[in-house]
Protein backbone atom coordinates (compact mmCIF):
# COMPACT_ATOMS: atom_id res chain seq x y z
CA UNK A 1 0.00 0.00 0.00
CA UNK A 2 1.49 3.45 -1.13
CA UNK A 3 1.45 5.74 1.35
CA UNK A 4 3.72 9.26 2.10
CA UNK A 5 4.05 11.31 4.91
CA UNK A 6 5.03 14.77 5.97
CA UNK A 7 5.08 16.86 9.16
CA UNK A 8 1.17 17.07 8.96
CA UNK A 9 -0.33 14.97 6.48
CA UNK A 10 -0.62 11.51 5.77
CA UNK A 11 -0.94 10.94 2.14
CA UNK A 12 -2.82 7.63 1.52
CA UNK A 13 -5.01 5.15 -0.67
CA UNK A 14 -9.01 5.92 -0.18
CA UNK A 15 -11.05 4.17 2.57
CA UNK A 16 -14.57 3.81 2.51
CA UNK A 17 -15.03 5.95 5.25
CA UNK A 18 -13.41 8.75 2.86
CA UNK A 19 -16.76 8.92 0.88
CA UNK A 20 -18.84 11.21 3.13
CA UNK A 21 -16.09 13.92 3.51
CA UNK A 22 -14.75 13.66 -0.10
CA UNK A 23 -18.44 14.29 -1.22
CA UNK A 24 -19.00 17.51 1.21
CA UNK A 25 -15.67 19.06 -0.66
CA UNK A 26 -16.85 18.35 -3.98
CA UNK A 27 -20.10 19.66 -3.47
CA UNK A 28 -19.10 23.22 -2.75
CA UNK A 29 -19.62 25.77 -5.21
CA UNK A 30 -16.62 27.58 -4.11
CA UNK A 31 -13.98 24.98 -4.13
CA UNK A 32 -15.57 23.32 -7.14
CA UNK A 33 -15.37 26.94 -8.97
CA UNK A 34 -11.90 26.20 -10.70
CA UNK A 35 -12.62 22.70 -12.05
CA UNK A 36 -13.48 21.53 -15.14
CA UNK A 37 -17.00 23.54 -15.75
CA UNK A 38 -17.04 24.69 -12.34
CA UNK A 39 -20.30 22.31 -11.28
CA UNK A 40 -20.40 20.41 -7.89
CA UNK A 41 -20.64 17.15 -7.57
CA UNK A 42 -23.04 14.73 -5.86
CA UNK A 43 -22.03 11.77 -3.44
CA UNK A 44 -22.53 9.35 -6.43
CA UNK A 45 -20.45 11.36 -8.83
CA UNK A 46 -17.90 11.15 -5.71
CA UNK A 47 -17.82 7.63 -5.19
CA UNK A 48 -17.16 6.99 -9.11
CA UNK A 49 -14.14 9.44 -9.00
CA UNK A 50 -12.61 8.13 -6.04
CA UNK A 51 -13.30 3.88 -7.88
CA UNK A 52 -11.25 5.59 -10.56
CA UNK A 53 -8.63 6.86 -8.64
CA UNK A 54 -8.37 3.63 -7.17
CA UNK A 55 -8.24 2.02 -10.95
CA UNK A 56 -5.34 4.15 -11.84
CA UNK A 57 -3.46 3.27 -8.51
CA UNK A 58 -3.84 -0.52 -9.49
CA UNK A 59 -3.55 0.00 -13.93
CA UNK A 60 -0.91 2.50 -13.60
CA UNK A 61 1.17 2.92 -9.90
CA UNK A 62 0.33 6.60 -9.49
CA UNK A 63 -3.00 7.88 -8.89
CA UNK A 64 -4.75 10.19 -6.56
CA UNK A 65 -4.08 10.24 -2.60
CA UNK A 66 -6.33 11.12 0.13
CA UNK A 67 -4.85 13.97 2.23
CA UNK A 68 -5.48 13.53 6.05
CA UNK A 69 -4.47 15.70 8.76
CA UNK A 70 -2.56 13.81 11.17
CA UNK A 71 -3.18 15.71 13.80
CA UNK A 72 -6.87 15.56 13.89
CA UNK A 73 -7.28 12.37 11.37
CA UNK A 74 -9.75 14.95 9.12
CA UNK A 75 -9.60 14.12 5.14
CA UNK A 76 -8.60 17.42 3.94
CA UNK A 77 -9.21 16.71 0.21
CA UNK A 78 -6.81 15.13 -2.75
CA UNK A 79 -3.52 15.57 -3.89
CA UNK A 80 -1.72 13.34 -6.47
CA UNK A 81 -0.83 12.17 -10.11
CA UNK A 82 -3.20 11.63 -12.87
CA UNK A 83 -3.12 11.30 -16.87
CA UNK A 84 -4.73 14.49 -18.02
CA UNK A 85 -6.56 12.51 -20.79
CA UNK A 86 -9.43 15.48 -20.69
CA UNK A 87 -6.20 17.86 -22.41
CA UNK A 88 -5.44 15.30 -25.17
CA UNK A 89 -2.71 17.89 -26.62
CA UNK A 90 -0.33 17.73 -24.09
CA UNK A 91 -0.76 13.66 -23.98
CA UNK A 92 1.46 11.38 -22.91
CA UNK A 93 1.87 13.23 -19.57
CA UNK A 94 1.42 12.72 -16.05
CA UNK A 95 -0.26 15.90 -13.95
CA UNK A 96 -0.13 16.80 -10.49
CA UNK A 97 -2.86 17.86 -8.96
CA UNK A 98 -4.66 19.09 -5.51
CA UNK A 99 -8.22 19.72 -4.17
CA UNK A 100 -8.88 20.66 -0.68
CA UNK A 101 -12.18 21.39 1.63
CA UNK A 102 -12.25 25.40 2.41
CA UNK A 103 -11.41 24.73 5.94
CA UNK A 104 -7.69 23.91 4.78
CA UNK A 105 -6.95 26.59 2.34
CA UNK A 106 -4.33 29.03 3.50
CA UNK A 107 -2.32 26.86 5.83
CA UNK A 108 -0.16 25.55 3.35
CA UNK A 109 -1.72 22.22 3.23
CA UNK A 110 -1.90 21.69 -0.44
CA UNK A 111 1.68 22.92 -0.80
CA UNK A 112 3.05 20.50 1.79
CA UNK A 113 0.94 17.44 -0.16
CA UNK A 114 1.96 18.76 -3.93
CA UNK A 115 5.80 18.60 -2.82
CA UNK A 116 5.37 15.43 -1.16
CA UNK A 117 3.97 14.09 -4.20
CA UNK A 118 5.96 15.61 -6.86
CA UNK A 119 8.67 14.08 -5.02
CA UNK A 120 6.98 10.67 -5.76
CA UNK A 121 6.58 10.99 -8.96
CA UNK A 122 10.03 11.99 -9.98
CA UNK A 123 12.08 10.19 -7.79
CA UNK A 124 10.04 7.33 -6.52
CA UNK A 125 8.34 6.54 -9.98
CA UNK A 126 11.13 8.02 -11.98
CA UNK A 127 8.75 10.31 -14.22
CA UNK A 128 11.39 12.61 -15.78
CA UNK A 129 8.46 15.14 -16.64
CA UNK A 130 5.24 16.35 -14.16
CA UNK A 131 2.45 18.93 -15.80
CA UNK A 132 0.41 21.40 -13.88
CA UNK A 133 -2.82 22.47 -15.28
CA UNK A 134 -4.55 25.05 -13.68
CA UNK A 135 -7.84 27.45 -15.40
CA UNK A 136 -6.64 30.90 -16.06
CA UNK A 137 -7.63 33.36 -13.04
CA UNK A 138 -6.72 30.51 -10.14
CA UNK A 139 -4.14 32.30 -9.04
CA UNK A 140 -3.96 30.29 -5.54
CA UNK A 141 -3.12 27.02 -7.98
CA UNK A 142 -0.42 28.83 -9.89
CA UNK A 143 1.13 30.13 -6.66
CA UNK A 144 1.33 26.53 -5.60
CA UNK A 145 3.44 25.50 -8.79
CA UNK A 146 5.43 27.97 -8.91
CA UNK A 147 6.88 27.00 -5.29
CA UNK A 148 7.05 23.62 -6.89
CA UNK A 149 9.80 25.34 -9.22
CA UNK A 150 7.24 24.39 -11.89
CA UNK A 151 7.50 26.87 -15.14
CA UNK A 152 4.89 27.84 -17.34
CA UNK A 153 4.73 25.98 -20.51
CA UNK A 154 1.60 26.97 -22.87
CA UNK A 155 -1.90 28.55 -22.39
CA UNK A 156 -4.88 26.93 -24.18
CA UNK A 157 -8.50 26.24 -23.67
CA UNK A 158 -9.95 22.89 -22.11
CA UNK A 159 -11.68 21.00 -24.85
CA UNK A 160 -14.24 19.71 -22.69
CA UNK A 161 -14.97 23.00 -20.51
CA UNK A 162 -14.19 25.73 -23.07
CA UNK A 163 -11.83 27.12 -20.24
CA UNK A 164 -8.72 28.52 -20.37
CA UNK A 165 -6.05 26.75 -19.10
CA UNK A 166 -2.27 27.06 -18.15
CA UNK A 167 -0.32 24.37 -18.46
CA UNK A 168 3.10 24.56 -16.19
CA UNK A 169 5.75 21.91 -16.30
CA UNK A 170 8.91 21.03 -14.37
CA UNK A 171 11.03 18.19 -15.38
CA UNK A 172 13.33 15.85 -13.61
CA UNK A 173 17.36 16.61 -13.17
CA UNK A 174 19.54 14.25 -14.33
Request: aromatic letters at 6%.
Amino acid sequence: MTSLRTPRLTLRRWREDDLGPMAAINADPEVMRWIADGSVRGRGETAAGIAEWEREWEERGVGLFAVEVRETGELAGFAGLSVPSYLPEILPAVEIGWRLGRPFWGRGIATEAARSVLHFALRDRGLARVVGVHQIGNDDSEKIMRKLGMRRERETTDPQSARPVCVHVIEARS
